[in-house]
Protein backbone atom coordinates (compact mmCIF):
# COMPACT_ATOMS: atom_id res chain seq x y z
CA UNK A 1 0.00 0.00 0.00
CA UNK A 2 1.24 3.46 -0.77
CA UNK A 3 2.82 5.37 2.00
CA UNK A 4 0.22 8.37 1.61
CA UNK A 5 -2.62 6.06 1.59
CA UNK A 6 -1.66 4.96 5.06
CA UNK A 7 -2.12 8.06 5.73
CA UNK A 8 -5.07 8.66 4.84
CA UNK A 9 -6.57 5.77 6.34
CA UNK A 10 -4.70 6.48 9.53
CA UNK A 11 -6.22 10.06 9.94
CA UNK A 12 -10.19 9.07 8.89
CA UNK A 13 -9.51 6.29 12.10
CA UNK A 14 -8.03 9.23 13.90
CA UNK A 15 -10.88 10.95 12.99
CA UNK A 16 -13.42 8.63 14.06
CA UNK A 17 -12.23 7.82 17.58
CA UNK A 18 -12.11 11.50 18.39
CA UNK A 19 -16.01 11.87 17.55
CA UNK A 20 -16.73 8.81 19.02
CA UNK A 21 -15.34 10.35 22.23
CA UNK A 22 -11.95 9.13 22.70
CA UNK A 23 -9.36 11.68 23.97
CA UNK A 24 -7.95 13.56 21.35
CA UNK A 25 -4.15 12.75 23.02
CA UNK A 26 -5.16 8.77 23.11
CA UNK A 27 -6.82 8.91 19.76
CA UNK A 28 -3.66 10.42 18.18
CA UNK A 29 -1.08 8.33 19.74
CA UNK A 30 -2.50 5.05 19.19
CA UNK A 31 -3.00 6.06 15.52
CA UNK A 32 0.02 7.05 15.54
CA UNK A 33 1.63 3.97 16.35
CA UNK A 34 -0.46 1.75 14.72
CA UNK A 35 0.02 4.06 11.59
CA UNK A 36 4.32 3.50 12.08
CA UNK A 37 4.14 0.03 12.49
CA UNK A 38 1.84 -0.13 9.24
CA UNK A 39 4.17 2.21 7.40
CA UNK A 40 7.67 0.21 8.52
CA UNK A 41 6.68 -2.95 7.48
CA UNK A 42 5.56 -4.16 10.80
CA UNK A 43 8.84 -2.28 12.54
CA UNK A 44 8.06 -2.06 16.19
CA UNK A 45 11.44 -1.00 17.19
CA UNK A 46 10.91 2.29 15.11
CA UNK A 47 7.77 2.73 16.13
CA UNK A 48 9.19 2.49 20.00
CA UNK A 49 11.93 4.35 19.17
CA UNK A 50 9.86 7.54 17.73
CA UNK A 51 7.98 6.96 21.14
CA UNK A 52 10.46 6.98 23.57
CA UNK A 53 12.56 9.88 22.13
CA UNK A 54 9.87 12.84 21.38
CA UNK A 55 7.94 13.02 24.36
CA UNK A 56 11.61 13.55 25.67
CA UNK A 57 12.79 15.78 23.50
CA UNK A 58 9.43 17.75 23.40
CA UNK A 59 9.83 18.19 26.98
CA UNK A 60 12.97 19.42 27.33
CA UNK A 61 12.19 22.03 24.75
CA UNK A 62 12.73 25.51 25.69
CA UNK A 63 10.12 27.11 23.75
CA UNK A 64 7.25 25.31 25.21
CA UNK A 65 7.71 27.24 28.19
CA UNK A 66 6.30 30.35 26.35
CA UNK A 67 2.59 28.26 27.13
CA UNK A 68 2.55 28.30 31.28
CA UNK A 69 3.83 31.39 31.10
CA UNK A 70 1.16 33.14 29.49
CA UNK A 71 -1.34 30.64 31.05
CA UNK A 72 -0.59 32.07 34.61
CA UNK A 73 -0.65 35.44 32.86
CA UNK A 74 -3.92 35.03 32.50
CA UNK A 75 -5.12 33.63 35.76
CA UNK A 76 -3.37 35.88 37.31
CA UNK A 77 -4.67 38.79 35.44
CA UNK A 78 -8.73 37.41 36.46
CA UNK A 79 -7.55 37.82 39.62
CA UNK A 80 -6.28 41.21 40.28
CA UNK A 81 -9.31 42.98 38.70
CA UNK A 82 -7.81 43.63 35.35
CA UNK A 83 -10.66 42.37 33.55
CA UNK A 84 -12.88 44.70 35.45
CA UNK A 85 -11.05 47.59 35.42
CA UNK A 86 -11.27 47.15 31.35
CA UNK A 87 -14.95 47.02 31.42
CA UNK A 88 -15.57 49.84 34.11
CA UNK A 89 -13.53 52.27 31.77
CA UNK A 90 -14.91 51.48 28.64
CA UNK A 91 -18.50 51.73 30.06
CA UNK A 92 -17.76 55.01 31.40
CA UNK A 93 -17.81 56.05 27.43
CA UNK A 94 -19.95 53.90 25.73
CA UNK A 95 -22.76 52.94 28.27
CA UNK A 96 -25.04 56.00 27.01
CA UNK A 97 -25.12 54.87 23.55
CA UNK A 98 -27.41 52.53 22.15
CA UNK A 99 -25.94 49.60 22.00
CA UNK A 100 -23.62 50.72 24.11
CA UNK A 101 -23.34 48.51 26.84
CA UNK A 102 -22.57 45.32 24.63
CA UNK A 103 -19.90 47.13 22.58
CA UNK A 104 -18.72 48.07 26.56
CA UNK A 105 -18.28 44.07 26.35
CA UNK A 106 -16.75 43.95 23.16
CA UNK A 107 -14.22 46.54 24.21
CA UNK A 108 -13.59 44.81 27.27
CA UNK A 109 -12.85 41.44 25.95
CA UNK A 110 -10.40 43.40 23.24
CA UNK A 111 -9.08 44.61 26.16
CA UNK A 112 -8.42 41.74 28.30
CA UNK A 113 -7.26 39.62 25.50
CA UNK A 114 -4.26 41.93 25.74
CA UNK A 115 -2.76 39.95 29.09
CA UNK A 116 -5.17 36.81 29.08
CA UNK A 117 -4.43 35.17 26.02
CA UNK A 118 -8.09 33.32 26.28
CA UNK A 119 -11.38 33.29 24.91
CA UNK A 120 -12.82 31.50 28.07
CA UNK A 121 -11.34 33.33 30.69
CA UNK A 122 -13.10 36.36 29.00
CA UNK A 123 -16.34 34.33 28.39
CA UNK A 124 -16.65 33.77 31.77
CA UNK A 125 -15.31 36.75 33.74
CA UNK A 126 -17.79 39.43 31.10
CA UNK A 127 -20.52 36.89 31.44
CA UNK A 128 -20.74 37.50 34.88
CA UNK A 129 -19.96 41.02 35.01
CA UNK A 130 -22.19 42.38 31.98
CA UNK A 131 -25.40 39.83 31.80
CA UNK A 132 -27.33 41.26 35.47
CA UNK A 133 -26.49 44.99 33.80
CA UNK A 134 -27.60 44.17 30.21
CA UNK A 135 -30.94 42.44 31.56
CA UNK A 136 -31.56 44.93 33.93
CA UNK A 137 -31.42 47.89 30.86
CA UNK A 138 -33.76 45.68 28.70
CA UNK A 139 -30.97 44.01 25.94
CA UNK A 140 -32.64 41.12 24.31
CA UNK A 141 -31.17 38.67 26.69
CA UNK A 142 -30.31 35.38 23.75
CA UNK A 143 -28.59 38.65 21.51
CA UNK A 144 -26.61 39.56 24.97
CA UNK A 145 -25.55 35.88 25.64
CA UNK A 146 -24.36 35.64 22.17
CA UNK A 147 -22.54 38.79 21.86
CA UNK A 148 -20.56 37.76 25.11
CA UNK A 149 -19.80 34.55 23.71
CA UNK A 150 -18.67 36.04 20.05
CA UNK A 151 -16.28 38.32 21.82
CA UNK A 152 -14.52 35.87 23.24
CA UNK A 153 -12.87 35.19 19.74
CA UNK A 154 -11.11 38.47 20.10
CA UNK A 155 -8.39 37.44 22.82
CA UNK A 156 -7.28 34.72 19.57
CA UNK A 157 -6.55 37.51 17.74
CA UNK A 158 -5.05 40.43 20.28
CA UNK A 159 -1.81 38.93 21.71
CA UNK A 160 -0.57 37.52 23.77
CA UNK A 161 -2.91 34.61 22.00
CA UNK A 162 -2.53 31.27 23.34
CA UNK A 163 -3.66 29.71 20.04
CA UNK A 164 -1.32 31.82 18.12
CA UNK A 165 1.33 30.53 19.73
CA UNK A 166 0.46 27.46 19.68
CA UNK A 167 0.06 27.09 15.94
CA UNK A 168 3.23 28.31 15.69
CA UNK A 169 4.73 25.75 17.90
CA UNK A 170 3.22 23.06 15.89
CA UNK A 171 3.89 24.52 12.22
CA UNK A 172 6.00 22.34 10.06
CA UNK A 173 8.05 25.23 9.21
CA UNK A 174 9.87 27.74 11.35
CA UNK A 175 7.65 30.88 12.51
CA UNK A 176 8.19 33.77 14.34
CA UNK A 177 5.74 33.88 17.41
CA UNK A 178 6.20 37.45 17.48
CA UNK A 179 5.58 38.51 13.91
CA UNK A 180 2.90 36.21 14.02
CA UNK A 181 1.54 38.01 17.12
CA UNK A 182 1.59 41.30 15.14
CA UNK A 183 -0.32 39.99 12.77
CA UNK A 184 -3.16 39.69 15.26
CA UNK A 185 -3.39 42.89 15.96
CA UNK A 186 -5.18 44.76 13.11
CA UNK A 187 -7.66 41.69 12.76
CA UNK A 188 -8.59 41.98 16.11
CA UNK A 189 -9.22 45.41 15.61
CA UNK A 190 -11.64 44.87 12.78
CA UNK A 191 -13.41 42.11 14.35
CA UNK A 192 -14.53 44.34 17.13
CA UNK A 193 -15.59 46.84 15.33
CA UNK A 194 -17.70 44.40 12.99
CA UNK A 195 -19.31 43.16 16.37
CA UNK A 196 -20.35 46.44 17.49
CA UNK A 197 -21.89 46.99 14.10
CA UNK A 198 -23.76 43.67 14.20
CA UNK A 199 -25.33 44.57 17.41
CA UNK A 200 -26.48 47.57 15.95
CA UNK A 201 -27.65 45.91 12.41
CA UNK A 202 -29.37 43.44 15.52
CA UNK A 203 -31.52 46.47 16.78
CA UNK A 204 -32.34 48.02 13.34
CA UNK A 205 -33.55 44.53 12.44
CA UNK A 206 -34.99 43.14 15.47
CA UNK A 207 -36.53 46.52 17.04
CA UNK A 208 -36.69 46.68 20.58
CA UNK A 209 -34.20 43.70 21.31
CA UNK A 210 -31.28 46.75 21.45
CA UNK A 211 -32.58 49.35 23.76
CA UNK A 212 -31.90 53.59 23.13
CA UNK A 213 -29.87 53.97 25.44
CA UNK A 214 -29.06 56.77 28.16
CA UNK A 215 -28.72 56.25 31.75
CA UNK A 216 -27.19 58.91 34.20
CA UNK A 217 -24.76 61.05 32.30
CA UNK A 218 -21.15 60.39 33.07
CA UNK A 219 -18.79 63.65 33.75
CA UNK A 220 -15.93 64.03 31.23
CA UNK A 221 -14.03 64.37 34.66
CA UNK A 222 -15.31 60.61 35.90
CA UNK A 223 -14.83 59.66 32.75
CA UNK A 224 -10.78 60.54 32.00
CA UNK A 225 -10.36 59.59 35.95
CA UNK A 226 -11.64 55.80 34.45
CA UNK A 227 -8.58 55.45 31.63
CA UNK A 228 -6.61 54.74 35.19
CA UNK A 229 -8.11 51.38 35.05
CA UNK A 230 -6.43 50.73 31.98
CA UNK A 231 -2.94 51.36 33.02
CA UNK A 232 -2.46 47.56 34.11
CA UNK A 233 -3.55 46.88 30.61
CA UNK A 234 -1.44 48.80 28.71
CA UNK A 235 1.45 48.20 30.95
CA UNK A 236 1.27 44.57 30.59
CA UNK A 237 0.58 44.83 27.40
CA UNK A 238 3.06 47.36 26.34
CA UNK A 239 5.77 45.29 28.31
CA UNK A 240 5.54 42.22 26.53
CA UNK A 241 4.37 42.41 23.21
CA UNK A 242 6.37 46.05 22.91
CA UNK A 243 9.71 44.01 24.58
CA UNK A 244 8.84 41.06 21.90
CA UNK A 245 8.46 43.74 19.18
CA UNK A 246 11.26 45.14 19.94
CA UNK A 247 13.31 42.17 20.17
CA UNK A 248 14.63 42.46 23.48
CA UNK A 249 13.66 39.34 24.10
CA UNK A 250 11.70 36.51 22.76
CA UNK A 251 8.24 35.51 23.11
CA UNK A 252 9.17 32.64 25.58
CA UNK A 253 10.83 35.47 27.83
CA UNK A 254 8.34 37.86 27.08
CA UNK A 255 5.96 35.27 28.76
CA UNK A 256 7.97 34.74 31.49
CA UNK A 257 8.48 38.58 32.38
CA UNK A 258 4.98 39.16 32.17
CA UNK A 259 4.12 36.74 34.27
CA UNK A 260 6.42 38.09 36.58
CA UNK A 261 5.04 41.79 36.41
CA UNK A 262 1.26 40.63 37.05
CA UNK A 263 2.59 38.44 39.86
CA UNK A 264 4.63 41.88 41.57
CA UNK A 265 1.20 43.88 40.63
CA UNK A 266 -1.09 40.63 42.54
CA UNK A 267 1.25 41.56 45.73
CA UNK A 268 0.95 45.24 45.55
CA UNK A 269 -3.03 44.59 44.80
CA UNK A 270 -2.67 42.71 48.10
CA UNK A 271 -4.37 39.87 46.10
CA UNK A 272 -4.58 37.26 49.37
CA UNK A 273 -1.77 34.18 49.20
CA UNK A 274 -4.41 31.72 48.76
CA UNK A 275 -5.80 33.42 45.17
CA UNK A 276 -2.48 33.68 44.20
CA UNK A 277 -1.79 30.34 44.85
CA UNK A 278 -5.12 28.96 42.58
CA UNK A 279 -4.01 30.79 39.87
CA UNK A 280 -0.77 28.83 39.88
CA UNK A 281 -2.30 25.74 40.42
CA UNK A 282 -5.13 26.88 37.61
CA UNK A 283 -2.45 27.11 35.19
CA UNK A 284 -0.42 24.18 35.95
CA UNK A 285 -3.94 22.13 35.30
CA UNK A 286 -4.36 24.09 32.21
CA UNK A 287 -0.86 23.31 30.55
CA UNK A 288 -1.31 19.53 31.80
CA UNK A 289 -4.20 19.25 29.89
CA UNK A 290 -2.73 20.39 26.80
CA UNK A 291 0.94 19.75 26.93
CA UNK A 292 -0.09 15.30 26.41
CA UNK A 293 -2.11 16.69 23.40
CA UNK A 294 0.98 19.04 22.18
CA UNK A 295 3.22 15.51 22.30
CA UNK A 296 0.62 13.40 20.65
CA UNK A 297 -0.09 16.18 18.30
CA UNK A 298 4.11 15.94 17.15
CA UNK A 299 4.15 12.77 16.95
CA UNK A 300 0.89 12.06 14.74
CA UNK A 301 2.59 15.77 12.92
CA UNK A 302 5.89 13.40 12.38
CA UNK A 303 3.24 10.37 11.29
CA UNK A 304 1.83 12.42 8.53
CA UNK A 305 4.92 14.01 7.45
CA UNK A 306 6.33 10.73 6.76
CA UNK A 307 3.81 9.16 4.59
CA UNK A 308 3.63 12.66 1.95
CA UNK A 309 0.00 12.59 2.95
CA UNK A 310 0.29 16.41 2.62
CA UNK A 311 2.62 16.65 -0.35
CA UNK A 312 0.02 14.05 -2.06
CA UNK A 313 -2.99 15.87 -1.59
CA UNK A 314 -1.43 19.28 -2.33
CA UNK A 315 -0.13 17.90 -5.97
CA UNK A 316 -3.59 16.15 -6.64
CA UNK A 317 -5.35 19.76 -6.09
CA UNK A 318 -2.98 21.29 -8.26
CA UNK A 319 -3.64 18.62 -10.50
CA UNK A 320 -7.44 19.29 -10.96
CA UNK A 321 -6.78 23.50 -10.96
CA UNK A 322 -9.25 24.71 -8.60
CA UNK A 323 -9.12 28.12 -7.23
CA UNK A 324 -6.85 28.61 -4.18
CA UNK A 325 -10.04 30.52 -2.36
CA UNK A 326 -12.25 27.29 -2.78
CA UNK A 327 -9.21 25.36 -0.97
CA UNK A 328 -9.64 28.06 1.34
CA UNK A 329 -13.21 27.84 1.56
CA UNK A 330 -13.53 23.93 2.14
CA UNK A 331 -10.46 24.38 4.85
CA UNK A 332 -12.83 26.61 6.85
CA UNK A 333 -15.82 24.42 6.29
CA UNK A 334 -13.32 21.37 7.64
CA UNK A 335 -12.51 23.88 10.75
CA UNK A 336 -16.31 24.37 11.38
CA UNK A 337 -17.46 20.90 11.44
CA UNK A 338 -14.65 19.90 13.91
CA UNK A 339 -15.25 22.93 16.14
CA UNK A 340 -18.70 20.89 17.02
CA UNK A 341 -16.77 18.86 19.08
CA UNK A 342 -12.91 19.97 19.78
CA UNK A 343 -11.85 22.94 21.19
CA UNK A 344 -9.07 25.29 19.50
CA UNK A 345 -6.24 23.92 20.27
CA UNK A 346 -7.11 20.31 19.22
CA UNK A 347 -8.23 21.28 16.22
CA UNK A 348 -5.05 23.15 15.30
CA UNK A 349 -2.58 20.08 16.72
CA UNK A 350 -5.45 17.93 14.61
CA UNK A 351 -5.40 19.73 11.31
CA UNK A 352 -2.11 21.71 11.07
CA UNK A 353 -0.01 18.89 9.34
CA UNK A 354 -2.15 18.44 6.82
CA UNK A 355 -3.84 21.58 5.90
CA UNK A 356 -0.95 24.07 6.10
CA UNK A 357 1.46 22.62 3.82
CA UNK A 358 -1.85 22.69 1.02
CA UNK A 359 -2.14 26.15 1.99
CA UNK A 360 1.04 27.41 1.49
CA UNK A 361 2.07 25.29 -1.03
CA UNK A 362 -1.16 27.32 -2.99
CA UNK A 363 0.50 30.48 -1.90
CA UNK A 364 -1.14 32.07 1.33
CA UNK A 365 0.99 33.79 3.69
CA UNK A 366 1.85 31.41 6.23
CA UNK A 367 0.92 34.74 8.97
CA UNK A 368 -1.95 34.95 7.11
CA UNK A 369 -2.82 31.37 7.52
CA UNK A 370 -1.91 31.47 11.57
CA UNK A 371 -4.10 34.48 11.71
CA UNK A 372 -7.25 32.76 9.60
CA UNK A 373 -6.96 29.53 10.90
CA UNK A 374 -6.73 30.34 14.70
CA UNK A 375 -9.42 32.61 14.33
CA UNK A 376 -11.77 29.91 12.71
CA UNK A 377 -11.10 27.24 15.34
CA UNK A 378 -12.23 29.93 17.61
CA UNK A 379 -15.45 30.73 16.12
CA UNK A 380 -15.76 27.17 15.81
CA UNK A 381 -15.94 27.28 19.53
CA UNK A 382 -19.64 29.13 18.58
CA UNK A 383 -21.48 25.88 17.27
CA UNK A 384 -23.34 23.32 18.70
CA UNK A 385 -23.41 20.46 20.43
CA UNK A 386 -20.39 21.24 22.20
CA UNK A 387 -19.34 24.54 21.55
CA UNK A 388 -16.53 25.18 24.23
CA UNK A 389 -17.03 28.73 24.46
CA UNK A 390 -20.23 28.62 24.76
CA UNK A 391 -20.60 26.09 27.13
CA UNK A 392 -17.75 28.23 29.35
CA UNK A 393 -20.39 30.64 29.37
CA UNK A 394 -23.10 29.05 30.15
CA UNK A 395 -21.61 26.97 32.70
CA UNK A 396 -20.35 30.80 34.35
CA UNK A 397 -23.90 32.09 33.87
CA UNK A 398 -25.64 28.56 35.36
CA UNK A 399 -27.78 28.81 32.19
CA UNK A 400 -28.86 26.50 29.48
CA UNK A 401 -26.11 26.52 26.22
CA UNK A 402 -29.35 26.40 24.07
CA UNK A 403 -30.34 29.84 25.57
CA UNK A 404 -26.86 31.64 23.67
CA UNK A 405 -26.63 29.37 20.57
CA UNK A 406 -29.73 30.53 19.78
CA UNK A 407 -28.24 34.17 19.76
CA UNK A 408 -24.82 33.77 18.53
CA UNK A 409 -25.73 33.12 14.99
CA UNK A 410 -25.69 36.56 13.69
CA UNK A 411 -21.88 37.44 15.20
CA UNK A 412 -20.60 33.89 14.55
CA UNK A 413 -21.65 34.98 10.47
CA UNK A 414 -20.38 38.36 11.18
CA UNK A 415 -16.52 36.84 12.45
CA UNK A 416 -16.79 33.74 9.76
CA UNK A 417 -16.59 36.51 7.03
CA UNK A 418 -13.92 38.42 8.31
CA UNK A 419 -11.88 35.05 8.47
CA UNK A 420 -13.19 34.97 4.04
CA UNK A 421 -11.98 38.68 4.25
CA UNK A 422 -8.88 37.53 5.59
CA UNK A 423 -8.43 34.69 2.69
CA UNK A 424 -8.94 37.21 -0.22
CA UNK A 425 -6.58 39.65 1.17
CA UNK A 426 -4.27 38.29 3.44
CA UNK A 427 -2.72 42.14 3.84
CA UNK A 428 -5.12 42.26 6.16
CA UNK A 429 -2.87 40.57 8.40
CA UNK A 430 0.85 40.89 6.77
CA UNK A 431 0.40 44.94 6.72
CA UNK A 432 1.37 45.70 10.33
CA UNK A 433 4.37 42.94 10.41
CA UNK A 434 5.37 44.79 6.89
CA UNK A 435 5.32 47.81 8.44
CA UNK A 436 7.59 47.20 10.75
CA UNK A 437 9.91 44.77 9.02
CA UNK A 438 9.38 41.63 9.32
CA UNK A 439 9.59 38.76 7.14
CA UNK A 440 5.85 37.50 6.19
CA UNK A 441 6.50 35.15 2.94
Known amino acids: MAAWAIGLIIFALMMVMVFAGIPIFISMLSCSFIGFVALYGGDLKMALNIFTTYPFELGANYNYAVLPMFMLVGALAGETGIAEGAFKSVHAFLGRVKGGQLFTVVGANALFGACSGSSVAGNIVFGRLAMPELEKSGYDRKYSLGCVAASGALST ?50 PGTIPAGGGPKVPLSEKLKSLRFLIPI ?81 AGIAAISAPRFVIFLLVIILYVFCGCVMDIMSIIIITVPVVFPILTGMGYSPYALVIALCFIAEIAGLTPPIGMNVFATANALRINPSDIFKGVIPYFICEVLLVLLIGLFPQIVTFLPTLFGHAVM
Open 234 to 314: LLLFGLIIGGTFAGWFTATVGGAVGAVAVLIYAFVKRLPPKQIGASLVDAAVMEAGIFPIIVAGQIFSKFIADTGLADFLS
Open 157 to 206: LIPPSMGIIMFCLVAPVTMSVGTALMGGIVPGIVTAIALCFTVRLIGVIK
